[in-house]
């Protein structure tokens, strides 16, 4: 049991957690975008002739617009055409942020799964786990979300995964695992991370266990 001042401190990170939560999970998303980007533009400079390039660019293109429809179709058309690439993953992705961001969360699940499922780097396919768990959190479907963190092998997402595992614990009103789960995300990063603050303000709220 938390006495008072526990449980104040843990309603208060949770109000900081809902106000800013998804502004932190947006970074994740803008520099997988970013890099996307960054790398398509390269890939497309170097080979304009391209189909994977061409139609990554009608991806980005649709995204900056914010036509969630277009973006979709335009992603759909790059993983049909060129399943192989290293391009299509990026554009399931940037098209699933479009999609939350527009409130349709099945199709931005459904693009997730795609990278799951097809994705050869290692990286993309923990990134857009990760985002599908908290999808899955969202609709409360905690169980389904804890299996999926648990196919996250790699070190690039290492921490933020602890960190939403031990959000999905908490809820499932388990101290004990959600500590375990804060604990391991503020040693995969380091002090000055803003991330290593928030778990730590999260293991510190729960207190010490029973």
């Known amino acids: 049991m938390y006495d008072l001042e526990e449980q104040e401190k843990i309603d208060t990170l949770k109000i900081w957690w809902n106000q800013n939560g998804r502004w932190v999970g947006g970074v994740i998303v803008a520099l997988a975008v970013g890099y996307a980007g960054f790398q398509g533009w ?10 994977a390039g061409i139609l990554f660019e009608a991806v980005r293109v649709a995204a900056q617009q914010g036509d969630p429809a277009k973006t979709l179709q335009a992603a759909k058309t790059l993983q049909e055409a060129q399943p192989g690439s290293a391009l299509a993953p990026r554009g399931a992705l940037i098209s699933a942020a479009v999609s939350h961001a527009n409130a349709d969360n099945a199709s931005a699940q459904a693009e997730l799964e795609w990278v799951i499922v097809h994705a050869k780097e290692t990286s993309l396919a923990d990134l857009a786990r990760l985002r599908k768990a908290g999808l899955l959190a969202d609709d409360k479907k905690y169980e389904d979300a804890l299996r999926l963190l648990e196919e996250n092998r790699g070190s690039d997402f290492a921490a933020l995964t602890a960190d939403l595992r031990g959000d999905i614990q908490l809820a499932l009103n388990r101290p004990n695992k ?6 391991s995300a503020v040693e995969k990063t380091p002090a000055s991370d803003t991330l290593h603050q928030i778990a730590q303000s999260k293991l510190e709220a729960l207190g010490e266990p029973d």
């Open 42 to 51: 390269h890939y497309y400079q170097r080979s304009q002739v391209s189909q």
């Open 178 to 183: 959600a500590r375990e789960a804060y604990r």
